[in-house]
Structure formats: C-alpha cells, structure tokens
C-alpha cells in the first residue's frame, strides 16, 4: 500500500516540475496526455516487455492506489516484472552484464563461494548470475520481502 508519506513525495516532485525547479525535467512534461503517452509506448511495447511493465503499472496504479491493493499483480503479469529486470532492460541495462562478469571472476577464484541474494524477486539476476557461475559455488540462498517469488524461484532454480 501506498504511504501518506509517498504521496507527499510525489507531490513534492510534481510541484517542483511545475515550478521549474527540477533541473532535467521540463514543466511542458505536465501537459502530456494519455494520446501523447500512449504514442510513445507503442514504439516499443511489441518487442520491449521492460517498456510494458510500465505501461501496465501506470495504467492501473490509481485504481491500485484509491483500493489500497498491490500493483504486484499488474507489474508480474505476463513475465512484465522479470523483464524490467533483465538483460538490457532499462532497470539493469549493463550493470547486469557487469555483476556477471564481477561474479564469474570471484567465483573461479573462490569456487565454494556461499552466495546471499538479498531482494532476488523476480529471480531475473539470479538467473544471470547463476549462469555466469557454472556451478563455482558451495550454495546459493535467495531471500526476497514477499513469499510470492518463492514457489517460481524454487520451480526454476530448485536444483
């Protein structure tokens, strides 16, 4: 659920782009509407799942907002949450590529490594990285804040 204490966030950022004070953010972003959103996704929505995750997030978030319910639902649907994580998404872009390569030299210098994933979600690093470490490790834990990850995390990387 969405805080008190978020929405007086986003306020903030929003009174700061209509006064000008956010340095790269114009106040003309203000007078975008749903047409001019909507053109700009459909760029990419047919072969980006990352640039979808967003689309589907906004679209439902002040429904999910108003009920107090979890944008979880909208953001996970069809794979959307994974892919904002992977790869070249817009979440990671080369830092994923980069913790591969950090991983796979630490690993072959320290091959029983015990590996402590912190917030793994989605599993989309975990999948990265676990392939990066070719088996060059004694364990892997994968630990994230809700249960819901947990059945396909263990579904894919049970072994």
């Given at each position: 659920m969405v805080g008190a204490g978020n929405l007086r966030w986003y306020n903030l950022a929003v009174e700061k782009v209509n006064l000008s004070a956010q340095p790269r953010k114009s106040s003309n972003l203000n007078n975008d509407i749903l047409s001019d959103i909507t053109q700009i996704l459909s760029r990419y929505t047919d072969h980006r799942?990352?640039?979808?995750?967003?689309?589907?997030?906004?679209?439902n978030l002040l429904s999910v907002i108003r009920s107090g319910g979890s944008i979880l639902e909208y953001m996970n649907q069809d794979g959307l949450l994974r892919a904002f994580?992977?790869?070249?998404?817009?979440?990671?872009?080369?830092?994923?590529q980069w913790l591969d390569r950090l991983v796979a030299k630490i690993s072959r210098r320290f091959p029983k490594l015990n590996i402590l994933e912190i917030g793994a979600g989605t599993g989309a690093i975990t999948s990265s990285v676990s392939r990066a470490l070719d088996g060059a490790y004694a364990s892997y834990t994968f630990t994230d804040m809700s249960s819901a990850f947990f059945l396909p995390a263990e579904e894919e990387f049970g072994e």
């Amino acid at each position: 659920m969405v805080g008190a204490g978020n929405l007086r966030w986003y306020n903030l950022a929003v009174e700061k782009v209509n006064l000008s004070a956010q340095p790269r953010k114009s106040s003309n972003l203000n007078n975008d509407i749903l047409s001019d959103i909507t053109q700009i996704l459909s760029r990419y929505t047919d072969h980006r799942k990352d640039i979808r995750f967003f689309e589907a997030a906004g679209n439902n978030l002040l429904s999910v907002i108003r009920s107090g319910g979890s944008i979880l639902e909208y953001m996970n649907q069809d794979g959307l949450l994974r892919a904002f994580y992977e790869g070249n998404a817009l979440c990671t872009g080369p830092a994923s590529q980069w913790l591969d390569r950090l991983v796979a030299k630490i690993s072959r210098r320290f091959p029983k490594l015990n590996i402590l994933e912190i917030g793994a979600g989605t599993g989309a690093i975990t999948s990265s990285v676990s392939r990066a470490l070719d088996g060059a490790y004694a364990s892997y834990t994968f630990t994230d804040m809700s249960s819901a990850f947990f059945l396909p995390a263990e579904e894919e990387f049970g072994e």
